[in-house]
């Protein structure tokens, strides 16, 4: 039971107004099932008010009140500025993405059709305006020079643990635009190079070669970010 | 090495999959401004199809404005043209009233009948003929003559002035009474002239009264006789050709309010000037009809011929080529059919409207067509042609890749839109045939957008239409230019040919591969009806 204890307690610290009610007669009237059955219910409840919830914003959207959007986009801004900070060179060219994102997000909202989640649908419009981003300043491509030197292999997990997110992401932002748009788009928009290829308007080779390219620098960058945090510890 | 890049790809969307951060408060400020900026244009755009409705408006009061100018003009006019009607009757009765006069006092003088009358003539004609020295009372009457008639160069010379009066008609009840003004002189020259004012600024002639001048060398009794015979003939003759004009009760200030009893100039006939008045009140009887019809509607088919005008807009992909778009299409059928309506704002200037409904179909030859990622991010074929592109959403591939292409073998490209033109006409009428060049604007609103595409399957063709054109905006404006050529069949129907061209002002899409501008050239056949 302490264990169920644990899981409850660690829902109910997540758990949002409104919900409550229905948490507690899930608790004291099912009698019955696992923690985890009771774990289940509760986080397919908080999804089922989250859905509402947004239905009723996009609802309130559509019929432009201000509150609504601005309750939306407190929702959403943060998971889609850090898609954003990825597409983006800077912090403050990721606000301008995020910013025409959810201009276009507002004024298109009418169009969701509710045939898939709607932070999918937005994460969609933030992706197409880094790419309206990008194709617009396509004549400043930077040109890389790529150190080809062997690598060593290290496991992901201490990886990890020595790199933050932040510093992970300041090396793909340090990517050139081209680059960095194909390895975002193959790599965690889940794209194929023909689709790469169409989206930015440029040859299946191309798209594989700044992939190549785009993995090899970050390799090199994660490479000596590793090497000087562990002449920083030896230091101390 | 492959392996080591893959991890990398792994390691990092691992450590960014959960990454959220929060922007800075500026964002949602500038969202919100910007919100507030489209919310003014949403505005405006909900409120677009009032700003139609009051240019409808405005049109329509203007034109009943000018409507009801034009009427009250017409109704003055009628009502002067009355006026002057009424006149002229009181002026044929005062006139009646002083031959009356005149004529009671030429008969105590000379007697009711015309041989007293001509016997009296004969007998002036005798004692002024033997006292051609004493020329006080004929100096005075040449003076007279002078003074009514300004532009008459008498001859001077030894001259007889003789007052023929009365001429009884025997039809009983009616009496008809004729005066008569006959100048002698010694030269053998009869003539007689037909009097007309001019002074200059008034060129409406004067002709309903008429001076009979005869100079006559002739002395002998019979001759003279004979003379006056004669002219009273030719008097009866030609009164019938008297016309009365707008300017008769101008004419009668001057010349019959103070009648001279021994000197009548005017030779008018009662029963003339009755048939002139009958003859001006069916003048004015036709003006007023005629002028109740301001307003004319045309019915009217016109066969088109549309061509293209293509510009580059954003072209994204390779099959965007506006060259390869324009060569790929056939102009099949274009036709406009529609209802004008003609006001005449004045006797030569024409404003027309109306309503006209076109449609074009444009065929495309067989071509690749490409999928595409929509404004979703979804792929589908993307069919392109001048007036947009379109997405095939009845795909034969149920998940195409980007890139992927097929063949299409045929497509078809409707548009239908309802117009609604202003044209300014000049009409110059020529007997049945008026022509009327014409220039203006036309509104064209889209009724219908549509592509049709036929696609090889495994198992024969298979078609699929799509009713959203991606880019085509519901209204352009088109500049009219027009030739009418009107015949009328009669009173009330007309039938028209209107060469015409339509250039496009405004193009027809945005956001497109390319933008284009739609320029129609056409013959227009139709049939007008006067209200």
């Given at each position: 039971m302490p264990g169920k204890k644990r899981t409850l307690g660690c829902l109910y610290k997540k758990n949002v107004n409104g919900v409550k009610e229905s948490f507690f007669r899930?608790?004291?009237?099912?009698?019955?099932?696992?923690?985890?059955?009771?774990?289940?219910?509760?986080?397919?409840?908080?999804?089922?008010?989250?859905?509402?919830?947004?239905?009723?914003?996009?609802?309130g959207c559509i019929n432009g009140d201000r509150q609504s959007q601005n309750r939306l986009y407190g929702r959403l801004a943060p998971n889609m500025f850090a898609i954003c900070l990825r597409y983006a060179s800077s912090r403050e060219e990721a606000e301008e993405i995020l910013q025409e994102g959810f201009i276009k997000v507002f004024e298109f909202i009418h169009q969701y059709k509710n045939t898939g989640p709607f932070e999918g649908w937005v994460r969609k419009i933030m992706v197409n305006c880094s790419l309206q981003k990008y194709r617009n300043k396509r004549h400043m491509h930077a040109v890389a020079d790529i150190d080809t030197t062997k690598v060593e292999q290290i496991g992901n997990e201490e990886i990890l643990s020595q790199l933050g997110t932040k510093e992970l992401l300041k090396m793909v932002q340090q990517l050139s635009p081209a680059y960095r748009t194909v390895f975002n788009l193959y790599v965690f928009e889940g794209m194929k190079h023909r689709e790469i290829a169409a989206h930015l308007n440029i040859s299946e080779g191309t798209s594989k070669s700044n992939l190549s390219d785009a993995r090899t620098i970050l390799q090199k960058a994660v490479h000596n970010s590793i090497q000087s945090a562990s002449q920083n510890v030896k230091e101390i | 090495m492959s392996e080591d890049l893959h991890n990398i790809d792994d390691l990092f969307r691992e450590g960014l999959k959960n990454n959220a951060d929060q922007p800075s408060e500026s964002v949602w400020e500038n969202i919100d401004k910007s919100l507030d900026k489209k919310k003014v244009i949403s505005i405006s755009k909900k409120y677009s199809k009032l700003k139609w409705a009051v240019a409808v408006l405005l049109l329509f009061s203007i034109g009943m404005a000018m409507y009801s100018v034009y009427v009250s003009r017409q109704n003055k006019d009628l009502v002067r043209q009355k006026n002057q009607n009424s006149?002229?009757?009181?002026?044929?009765?005062?006139?009646?009233?002083?031959k009356e006069k005149t004529n009671n006092t030429a008969e105590k003088k000379?007697?009711?009948t015309p041989k007293d009358s001509v016997s009296n003539e004969k007998q002036q004609q005798d004692n002024i003929a033997a006292s051609n020295s004493n020329n006080d009372s004929l100096s005075r009457n040449k003076e007279n003559i002078k003074e009514k008639i300004p532009g008459e160069n008498n001859t001077p010379g030894n001259l007889i002035v003789e007052n023929h009066t009365s001429h009884v008609r025997g039809n009983g009840s009616e009496l008809h009474k004729q005066n008569q003004l006959t100048v002698k002189n010694n030269n053998h020259l009869t003539t007689r002239q037909n009097y007309q004012e001019n002074d200059g600024s008034d060129k409406e002639n004067l002709s309903n009264a008429t001076l009979n001048v005869q100079k006559n060398t002739s002395s002998g009794n019979d001759e003279v006789e004979k003379q006056i015979e004669k002219n009273i003939h030719e008097k009866e003759t030609y009164v019938s050709g008297i016309e009365i004009n707008n300017d008769f009760e101008k004419y009668f200030k001057n010349l019959v309010i103070e009648p001279q009893p021994s000197l009548q100039i005017f030779d008018i006939d009662n029963a003339e000037l009755q048939k002139n008045n009958t003859v001006l009140k069916t003048k004015t009887h036709n003006e007023k009809s005629r002028l109740t019809f301001p307003l004319s509607a045309t019915l009217f088919f016109s066969p088109d011929f549309v061509t293209t005008?293509?510009?580059?807009?954003?072209?994204r992909f390779r099959e965007d080529n506006r060259h390869e778009i324009k060569e790929n299409e056939r102009t099949q059928l274009s036709s406009t059919v529609g209802a004008l309506v003609s006001f005449n704002a004045t006797k030569n200037w024409i404003l027309e409207s109306g309503v006209t409904f076109s449609k074009n179909i444009i065929d495309m030859d067989p071509k690749t067509i490409y999928a595409r990622p929509d404004d979703d991010g979804n792929i589908n074929y993307r069919i392109n042609c001048s007036a947009g592109y379109s997405f095939l959403s009845d795909n034969l591939n149920n998940s195409?890749?980007?890139g992927d292409s097929i063949k299409t073998l045929s497509s078809a490209n409707t548009l239908q839109y309802i117009g609604i033109p202003f044209l300014v006409k000049y009409k110059l009428i020529r007997g049945k045939l008026s022509l009327g060049p014409a220039i203006g604007v036309s509104a064209n609103f889209l009724t219908k957008g549509k592509i049709e595409t036929t696609l090889p399957v495994s198992n024969g063709t298979k078609s699929t239409s799509s009713g959203k054109i991606e880019g085509l905006k519901s209204s352009y404006f088109q500049g009219l230019m027009s030739f009418g050529i009107e015949y009328s069949l009669s009173k009330t129907f007309a039938i028209t040919f209107t060469p015409s061209a339509r250039f496009g002002l405004t193009s027809i899409n945005n956001n497109t591969p390319v933008k284009t501008k739609l320029n129609t050239y056409g013959l227009a056949a139709g049939l007008s009806f006067k209200f």
């Amino acid at each position: 039971m302490p264990g169920k204890k644990r899981t409850l307690g660690c829902l109910y610290k997540k758990n949002v107004n409104g919900v409550k009610e229905s948490f507690f007669r899930l608790l004291f009237c099912s009698g019955k099932g696992s923690p985890n059955h009771f774990a289940l219910h509760y986080i397919k409840l908080l999804r089922q008010k989250f859905l509402e919830e947004i239905k009723q914003l996009i609802e309130g959207c559509i019929n432009g009140d201000r509150q609504s959007q601005n309750r939306l986009y407190g929702r959403l801004a943060p998971n889609m500025f850090a898609i954003c900070l990825r597409y983006a060179s800077s912090r403050e060219e990721a606000e301008e993405i995020l910013q025409e994102g959810f201009i276009k997000v507002f004024e298109f909202i009418h169009q969701y059709k509710n045939t898939g989640p709607f932070e999918g649908w937005v994460r969609k419009i933030m992706v197409n305006c880094s790419l309206q981003k990008y194709r617009n300043k396509r004549h400043m491509h930077a040109v890389a020079d790529i150190d080809t030197t062997k690598v060593e292999q290290i496991g992901n997990e201490e990886i990890l643990s020595q790199l933050g997110t932040k510093e992970l992401l300041k090396m793909v932002q340090q990517l050139s635009p081209a680059y960095r748009t194909v390895f975002n788009l193959y790599v965690f928009e889940g794209m194929k190079h023909r689709e790469i290829a169409a989206h930015l308007n440029i040859s299946e080779g191309t798209s594989k070669s700044n992939l190549s390219d785009a993995r090899t620098i970050l390799q090199k960058a994660v490479h000596n970010s590793i090497q000087s945090a562990s002449q920083n510890v030896k230091e101390i | 090495m492959s392996e080591d890049l893959h991890n990398i790809d792994d390691l990092f969307r691992e450590g960014l999959k959960n990454n959220a951060d929060q922007p800075s408060e500026s964002v949602w400020e500038n969202i919100d401004k910007s919100l507030d900026k489209k919310k003014v244009i949403s505005i405006s755009k909900k409120y677009s199809k009032l700003k139609w409705a009051v240019a409808v408006l405005l049109l329509f009061s203007i034109g009943m404005a000018m409507y009801s100018v034009y009427v009250s003009r017409q109704n003055k006019d009628l009502v002067r043209q009355k006026n002057q009607n009424s006149i002229i009757e009181k002026s044929e009765t005062s006139l009646g009233s002083d031959k009356e006069k005149t004529n009671n006092t030429a008969e105590k003088k000379q007697g009711p009948t015309p041989k007293d009358s001509v016997s009296n003539e004969k007998q002036q004609q005798d004692n002024i003929a033997a006292s051609n020295s004493n020329n006080d009372s004929l100096s005075r009457n040449k003076e007279n003559i002078k003074e009514k008639i300004p532009g008459e160069n008498n001859t001077p010379g030894n001259l007889i002035v003789e007052n023929h009066t009365s001429h009884v008609r025997g039809n009983g009840s009616e009496l008809h009474k004729q005066n008569q003004l006959t100048v002698k002189n010694n030269n053998h020259l009869t003539t007689r002239q037909n009097y007309q004012e001019n002074d200059g600024s008034d060129k409406e002639n004067l002709s309903n009264a008429t001076l009979n001048v005869q100079k006559n060398t002739s002395s002998g009794n019979d001759e003279v006789e004979k003379q006056i015979e004669k002219n009273i003939h030719e008097k009866e003759t030609y009164v019938s050709g008297i016309e009365i004009n707008n300017d008769f009760e101008k004419y009668f200030k001057n010349l019959v309010i103070e009648p001279q009893p021994s000197l009548q100039i005017f030779d008018i006939d009662n029963a003339e000037l009755q048939k002139n008045n009958t003859v001006l009140k069916t003048k004015t009887h036709n003006e007023k009809s005629r002028l109740t019809f301001p307003l004319s509607a045309t019915l009217f088919f016109s066969p088109d011929f549309v061509t293209t005008n293509l510009k580059d807009d954003h072209p994204r992909f390779r099959e965007d080529n506006r060259h390869e778009i324009k060569e790929n299409e056939r102009t099949q059928l274009s036709s406009t059919v529609g209802a004008l309506v003609s006001f005449n704002a004045t006797k030569n200037w024409i404003l027309e409207s109306g309503v006209t409904f076109s449609k074009n179909i444009i065929d495309m030859d067989p071509k690749t067509i490409y999928a595409r990622p929509d404004d979703d991010g979804n792929i589908n074929y993307r069919i392109n042609c001048s007036a947009g592109y379109s997405f095939l959403s009845d795909n034969l591939n149920n998940s195409p890749r980007s890139g992927d292409s097929i063949k299409t073998l045929s497509s078809a490209n409707t548009l239908q839109y309802i117009g609604i033109p202003f044209l300014v006409k000049y009409k110059l009428i020529r007997g049945k045939l008026s022509l009327g060049p014409a220039i203006g604007v036309s509104a064209n609103f889209l009724t219908k957008g549509k592509i049709e595409t036929t696609l090889p399957v495994s198992n024969g063709t298979k078609s699929t239409s799509s009713g959203k054109i991606e880019g085509l905006k519901s209204s352009y404006f088109q500049g009219l230019m027009s030739f009418g050529i009107e015949y009328s069949l009669s009173k009330t129907f007309a039938i028209t040919f209107t060469p015409s061209a339509r250039f496009g002002l405004t193009s027809i899409n945005n956001n497109t591969p390319v933008k284009t501008k739609l320029n129609t050239y056409g013959l227009a056949a139709g049939l007008s009806f006067k209200f």
